[in-house]
């Protein structure tokens, strides 16, 4: 379900109830036609692009070495592409990068290569899921410093 489908139940609702007009929420979607194309492509684009932003990414996560480095060329990669897309956009990308990061591996360390179930761990000896949930932390670290990157560009 995509999120305008939602929203769309919600005008049909709300004009089901008596809170609006239909011809009221005919205006409203005309007035911000442009705001949901915008979000329709972005989604399309970013799905589309996934794999060169994994690859990119990956790129990035192999060559630095230093986990500060790391941070701030995520920081910096952030605020490179708040340039062009917005935070919202920026904040996706870099969630779907950090998925696919942790859809690598979770597989290999499940030796799973088919399994796509990310969030069953039971078959995972204990060692590894605690390097698995070291990874969890480090990726969501490295989420919060490309927030902080989209902050500071759009500041």
Request: charge should be negative.
């Amino acid at each position: 379900m995509l999120p305008t489908d939602s929203g769309g139940l919600l005008a049909i609702e709300a004009v089901f109830i008596g809170m609006t007009s239909a011809e009221h929420v005919r205006n409203e979607v005309a007035a911000n036609l442009e705001v949901l194309l915008l979000l329709i492509f972005m989604v399309a684009g970013i799905y589309f692009m996934k794999q060169l932003l994994l690859f990119i990414f990956t790129r990035l996560l192999l060559t630095i070495r230093s986990k500060r480095l790391l941070s701030l060329a995520f920081c910096l990669a952030a605020a490179f592409l708040s340039a062009f897309l917005d935070a919202l956009t920026v904040v996706a990308v870099i969630i779907s990068v950090a998925v696919g990061f942790y859809s690598i591996y979770h597989r290999v360390v499940s030796a799973r290569p088919d399994d796509d179930d990310l969030l069953d761990d039971s078959h995972i000896d204990k060692h590894s899921r605690v390097v698995l949930e070291q990874f969890r932390a480090f990726l969501r670290s490295l989420m919060m410093h490309a927030g902080v990157g989209t902050a500071l560009a759009a500041s």
